[in-house]
């Protein structure tokens, strides 16, 4: 019922820029809530980037201050600014989506991007 694609990772050295995109389809797009994982190697995947209540953004300790999330409703898409990169910041970063339907949680994930930072 939900389709996520994610975009924007790459290559950038240390102290650059990447803008993560991320856009929900299908029949209950518009009614999933999307938010920023990042899996580093050899780790478990940790939420970085949500948004609390509807608009209010928080962000995992490793990224606060150098990460923001964004959306557009409308485009049922969120974003993930990320600048000062670090190598450290190395990892498969993956949207996910959320919805609840009669008590019921179903959860939604993307293919994830690549984002490598190194000199």
């Known amino acids: 019922q939900v389709q996520i694609v994610e975009s924007g990772g790459g290559f950038v050295q240390p102290g650059g820029s990447v803008r993560l995109s991320c856009a929900a389809s299908?029949?209950?797009?518009?009614?999933?809530?999307l938010d920023w994982f990042r899996q580093i190697p050899g780790k478990e995947r940790e939420l970085i980037a949500e948004?609390?209540?509807?608009?209010?953004?928080k962000y995992a300790d490793s990224v606060r201050g150098r990460f923001t999330i964004s959306k557009d409703t409308l485009k049922n898409m969120i974003y993930l600014q990320m600048n000062n990169l670090a190598p450290e910041d190395t990892a498969v970063y993956f949207c996910?989506?959320?919805?609840?339907?009669?008590?019921?949680?179903?959860?939604?994930w993307g293919q994830g991007t690549q984002v490598t930072v190194s000199s």
């Open positions: 996910h989506g959320w919805v609840a339907i009669g008590g019921h949680h179903s959860h939604y």
């Open positions: 948004f609390r209540g509807g608009d209010v953004a």
């Open positions: 299908g029949s209950l797009a518009s009614s999933v809530a």
